[in-house]
């Protein structure tokens, strides 16, 4: 079973529609969780993190955490073209006294598509 | 966030060869990460490098194949020693400051 799973894609939708990328873990001591977004030819870029359950929001991206579900999600709402990139779900585990770990686990990402 | 800046961004090497990877990141971090990610995957932690120790490495990587050193807070090299075409990878420095930040990638071809 992989430690991350998101859900298989390539997801398409059309402009201004929600898009919606799901990830689940199997280490149920996880804290920290991140979405990046990956284009072609380029590394990987933060676009949210999310520690404790519930949504966190920033613009048009929500993230959504489910500790008890080991699941958390990405929406991206009023999609456009240029939102159209590998999705990547990462978790790393903290120790008590909040010091990373640092060791991120990466899911095999999910390629969306923004059509117009 | 972090800046950090890796180089070079790319190489095309002769198989048997060695390449060394440098990471420069803009201020002291404690901990420094290599991730490599070969075509069409995702990213997968080759080792953790903390300054002044060795590094930690992940099952599946061992030191003679990649090793890295860590001289000060702001810099590592991941070396890839021996090169094989299995070897053509996206390899990326990462720092940590409560986020995961990515350098710019050094995409290695191995022919």
Not at chain 1, 24 to 35: A, L, P
Not at chain 2, 36 to 55: D, H, M, V
């Amino acid at each position: 079973q992989k430690e991350v799973e998101q859900n298989s894609g390539p997801l398409s939708v059309p402009e201004g529609a929600i898009a919606s990328l799901n990830c689940t873990y199997s280490d149920r001591g996880s804290q920290s969780f991140f979405w990046y977004r990956q284009y072609s030819g380029k590394s990987p870029e933060l676009i949210m993190s999310i520690y404790s359950n519930g949504d966190k929001e920033d613009g048009r991206f929500t993230a959504q955490l489910n500790k008890a579900s080991q699941y958390v999600s990405l929406l991206i709402r009023d999609s456009q073209p240029s939102d159209s990139a590998t999705y990547l779900c990462a978790v790393n585990t903290r120790n008590a006294g909040g010091t990373s770990y640092g060791k991120l686990t990466f899911g095999q990402g999910t390629i969306l598509t923004v059509h117009p | 966030s972090a800046v950090i800046s890796q180089k070079p961004s790319r190489d095309i090497c002769q198989r048997g060869t060695s390449l060394t990877i440098q990471c420069q990141v803009d201020s002291q971090v404690t901990m420094m990460f290599w991730y490599r990610q070969q075509p069409g995957q995702s990213l997968t932690l080759i080792a953790t490098a903390n300054q002044g120790s060795e590094a930690t490495y992940e099952s599946g990587f061992v030191i003679d194949k990649f090793p890295i050193s860590r001289p000060n807070l702001t810099f590592s090299t991941l070396t890839v020693s021996n090169m094989s075409p299995e070897d053509s990878s996206i390899y990326l420095c990462s720092v940590d400051r409560t986020e995961a930040f990515f350098g710019q990638g050094t995409r290695l071809t191995v022919v």
